[in-house]
């Protein structure tokens, strides 16, 4: 986990200060930030227009007594995706935009699940009742 933390707000920062650095020399600075500010206005609005479609899928689902879990997941990635976008960076606009595409955020949402039942399996994540998971740290 602390070498995730660490790829996470270390590396990945200097790899897009370093791709920004590079494509700003490339096309200008100006350019560059007009990029960055494009996508990231273009994402959260495209991650909003997601969201509320899954909110309203998961409302409809739970008016219909059945358990949103689909869905819920759809948004958690959808939510990521946001986060994602909103990051100045290319790499992170890349994976913010596949996140927000259903075909490839169900790839996302396959491989979410498979880690969290690797989690459940290895026994990280514990549950006493089934209603109420803990995780173990």
């Known amino acids: ?3 995730y933390l660490i790829l996470l707000f270390t590396v990945v920062p200097i790899i897009e200060l370093t791709l ?3 494509v700003g020399q490339y096309i200008g600075a100006g350019y560059t930030v007009g990029i960055v500010v494009a996508t990231g206005i273009t994402g959260a609005y495209l991650a909003k227009l997601q969201g509320l479609l899954t909110l309203r899928r998961i409302q409809e689902e739970i008016n219909q007594a059945r358990m949103p879990a689909e869905k819920l997941f759809d948004g958690v990635l959808i939510l990521c995706s946001g986060i994602l ?3 100045p960076g290319f790499i992170t606009d890349f994976i913010g935009f596949l996140g927000l595409i259903p075909f490839t955020r169900k790839l996302f949402k396959l491989w979410l699940k498979r ?3 690797d989690m ?4 990280e994540i ?3 009742d ?4 803990s ?3």
């Open 85 to 87: 976008l909103i990051t």
């Open 120 to 123: 459940i399996d290895r026994g």
């Open 115 to 117: 880690k969290i039942q």
């Open 1 to 3: 986990m602390l070498g």
């Open 126 to 128: 514990i549950s006493i």
């Open 20 to 22: 920004l650095i590079k």
């Open 130 to 133: 089934r209603r109420t998971p």
């Open 135 to 137: 995780v173990k740290m």
